[in-house]
Each structure stands twice: as C-alpha cells, then as structure tokens.
C-alpha cells in the first residue's frame, strides 16, 4: 500500500488525502453540534488500512465526540463518515470491523472478564465466541483472571479486559480514546504490542491522547484538535517530537492558532 | 470488512443476547429484584391492613390493589435497566456493535418482561393469601395470564422511557412521571379483566379486555421499538 498523502498545513480540514482503494476510515468535513456549540467542526482524515492516526488536543477541544461519530454513535449534524467505503450510519454491519476502547472500561460489573468479552464476540458475529474470548484475553495478559468479576478486579486489569473485548472481533478500524488509562506497564507493553500487530495486519487506529510520547510512537498521521477544528495535521514523518511539544502548546493556547 | 464467514447476529438473536445478558446480571445481583419483591409484599401489607373488609368487598379491592402494586414494582426494575448500561458507558461499546438499536431496545424489553413477570409471580399469590381470593381452578393462571399480557405494553413504554430518562438527573422521578399517563390504557382493561376473572364471570366477558390490551401491547412495542433508535442521540 503506497503511502497516503497528507495534508501539510493547518487547513487540512478542506483538503482531503487521495487513495486509489477506499480508505479504511474517511471523514468528510464533518461537523457535529450540541445546540449553538459546534464541538466538531469540519473534519475531514482519511486513514489507509495499517495507517495510525494520533490525535491530540486539550480538554473540551472534541475528540471524544469525533471518536463517537467516527464509531457510528453519534450522528453527525453534517458530512460522513466511510469505513472501507460505506457510510458507517448507514448500514449497522459496517461497524462490524470497527473496535472502540474508551478510557471507561465499557463493562459490566456483574459479569466476568471472559463473558463480557465473549459478550461482545458474539455481537460481533465471531466464531466460538468463548474461545476468542479467552484467546483475547490471553493476548492481553489476563486471562488467569477470565472468570473473575470484573467489580473484584483492579482498575489496571478492567483496562486489560476492555481491550481484550475492543480486539476481540480483530477490527479494521480501531477507534481508542486515552487507552493507556490505568494501565501498569505490563498492560501498557501487552497494549502496544497487540495494537501493532493489528497495525500491521491492516488496521487503521485512531489514537486520542494527552501523551505526546504515546500518541508520536505508535501514529503515522498525527493531528491536533482545537475547539472543534484541526489545528494542525501532518504526516509523522514531518513531525519532529523535540519541536512538536512547544509547538502544540502554543497550538491549544491560541498563541499560534491566530 | 469482518472475516470471511463472519455475520454479526440478526434481530432475534441480538435481542435473546442482550437479554440473556441483562437476566444474568439481576440474577448475579438480584438489586432490582429484591427491592421490587420487597416493595411489593410490604404494600401487600400494608393495604390489607388498610383495609376494613366491612366497608369494601376483598373481590372489589383487590384488582386496584394488584396493578398498583404491578405498576410500582415494576418501574423499579425498568428504572434500573439502562442504569446497568451506563455504569462504566458499556452502552457505548453495546452501540458501537454491528447490531440494530431496535434489537437492543427488544432485547432490553425481552429482559424488563422477565423481570417484571418474576415480580407478578409472587405479587399475585401473595395478594391471593391476604385478601383471601377465591381459590377456583384455573384462576391463579388466568390472572397471571392477564398480567403478563399488560406487562408487554408496560415494558415496551417503560424501557422506552428507562432509556430516555438514564442520564437525567432526576431519572428516578422523570421515569414515573412520564411512563404513567401511557399505561393508562394498559392498566384500565386490566384491571377490568382482574376484576371479572376474580368475580368468576364468563371468559367471553374478559375476551373484548384481553384484544384491547393486546392491540395496546402491539402499538405500544411497535411504536417504542422505532423511536427507540431517537433516544440514544445525546
């Protein structure tokens, strides 16, 4: 797969990247309001199969929302979104190949580890869902704790599980929101590693994050989300991690957005 | 887009998965259910000992007694059915699934009609026991027959509403408020019905109860099922 281009310049939200295939994930100039507040404004990214977006920005700037409309949770007010070419509010199948991981474990308390995530392999149409579950979890390193309650387990492990149940139907597109949440540094090892492997096998992730380091290591597309809008996105071969931080800071304090 | 071969679940299945999942989450808990039962048996109580047997006939009283006892019990189980969602935001990753939100809101109503039954299946003998109901053949099952048919159109309304409410901050009092005025018209024809049976009339006289509660219980899952989808936008 050849590499995507990429907008260059803070006006990436009206450009848009040209792929000969459809891309794994693609948002159109998409806008999303709660009544006068516009808290996703004009977005437009296209991720390639394998392609890792991060994406940064400060509190209240809107990834949360463009990750739920990006999942097919949200509507948007305007534009779409494609996965793999299909719109994703049209059709529920085409979430089939999309995995969410929140920093909120996405749990149920009452059920163990393994039945909520052959709960959701079973969603997700997988074959042998038990299986799966435990193969996923396995993957995660925790699967010694596949039938305890998830209300008895430790934050860290509930972060663990919740991965297991965002992986467990291998989705194409992988939309994660501060994921590292909680996790030790085994978690965060066992994260990394099964997130790579889903990279290379083809999937386009979507990183949200406040960690710079985290976000810059894994992304080969990284963006900056400020009030709504795309402040910056560049390919992340473009982006030097020493000169990113100062740059970002002046980005979300509005000294460079003017 | 998924594996080769890989289909995510249809309707019915989506719906028998999501409330096989909620069923064994009370059953583990046993919260909503234990304080419905508890509820229940302690207005049982209550009313009975309100009750001055020479002023109001027990055959009288008791079908009022029954549905309003159903009615309350009820919404604490429908009450709790989307806070189980929200606790950890699992609802997000439950709509982020390739499963319709119709299937979902049938499975979450599927569940609220086992609960809500379970808690008819004690309230009806335990009101038998203490207004000293006739004890004829084939009663006890007729009057669970008329409650589970109203509980259809209950649940319906109020899993609607337990969704609509979930993230209010005065759920608790909003569920009521606005589930209330649409069981109305579930709650009068069964009622009636309640009364009749215990009263030992005929079926004949309860059939025209029972259509009407079924075409109630028809517009009401088919009307709640499509605006279901409407809820879930924040």
């Not at chain 1, 797969?1 to 450009?15: I, L, N, W």
């Not at chain 1, 991965?163 to 939309?175: D, F, G």
């Amino acid at each position: 797969m050849p590499a995507p281009a990429v907008p260059d310049a803070a006006s990436a939200t009206s450009v848009l990247p040209t792929h000969a295939a459809p891309p794994a994930l693609e948002a159109r100039l998409l806008r999303r309001a709660f009544g006068p507040r516009r808290a996703v404004d004009g977005v437009s990214v296209a991720l390639a199969a394998g392609e890792c977006l991060a994406l940064f920005g400060p509190n209240g700037a809107g990834k949360s929302t463009l990750l739920r409309l990006l999942g097919g949770l949200l509507r948007p007010t305007a534009g779409e979104v494609r996965v793999a070419g299909r719109r994703v509010d049209d059709d529920p199948a085409v979430r089939a190949g999309v995995g969410l991981l929140s920093h909120q474990s996405l749990l149920y308390a009452a059920l163990t580890a393994r039945e909520n995530v052959a709960f959701a392999a079973r969603l997700h149409g997988v074959p042998d869902p038990d299986r799966a579950a435990l193969a996923a979890l396995d993957r995660l390193r925790v699967a010694d704790r596949a039938d305890t309650p998830v209300r008895r387990l430790s934050r860290g492990l509930q972060q663990r599980v919740s991965a297991a149940r965002a992986v467990v139907h291998t989705p194409r597109v992988l939309l994660l929101d501060e994921p590292y949440t909680g996790l030790d540094a085994a978690g965060a090892e066992a994260l990394t590693e099964t997130l790579t492997a889903l990279a290379a096998g083809g999937a386009a992730l979507v990183l949200v994050t406040h960690h710079l380091d985290e976000g810059l290591a894994l992304a080969t597309q990284v963006a900056v989300l400020h009030r709504g809008r795309l402040a910056f996105h560049q390919p992340r071969a473009a982006v030097d991690p020493e000169t990113f931080a100062p740059r970002y800071r002046d980005l979300v304090t509005d000294r460079g957005a003017a | 887009m998924t594996a080769p071969g890989v289909t995510a679940p249809g309707v019915l299945a989506t719906a028998w998965l999501v409330a096989r999942k909620d069923l064994t989450i009370e059953f583990r808990t046993r919260s909503a259910f234990l304080a419905a039962v508890t509820f229940a048996l302690l207005a049982v109580v209550i009313f009975r000992f309100s009750w001055d047997p020479t002023a109001v006939n027990a055959l009288d009283l008791a079908p009022g007694v029954l549905w309003t006892i159903f009615v309350f019990s009820g919404l604490l189980g429908l009450h709790r059915s989307f806070g189980v969602e929200q606790a950890d935001r699992a609802v997000d990753a439950l709509l982020a699934a390739p499963v319709s939100r119709e299937a979902v809101f049938l499975g979450k109503a599927l569940a609220n009609l086992g609960f809500v039954t379970a808690v008819q299946c004690v309230t009806v003998p335990a009101v038998a026991l203490f207004y000293d109901l006739p004890a004829r053949g084939g009663l006890l099952p007729a009057l669970l027959g008329v409650a589970v048919l109203a509980a259809v159109g209950l649940v319906a309304v109020g899993t609607l509403f337990s969704a609509m409410t979930v993230n209010t901050r005065l759920a608790e009092l909003l569920l009521p408020m606005l589930a209330l005025p649409f069981f109305v018209p579930i709650v009068t024809p069964a009622a009636l019905a309640t009364a009749r049976l215990l009263a030992g009339r005929p079926l004949a006289e309860v059939a025209p109860m029972l259509r009407l509660l079924g075409s109630f219980d028809l517009v009401f899952l088919v009307a709640c099922t499509l605006a279901f989808p409407f809820t879930l936008e924040e």
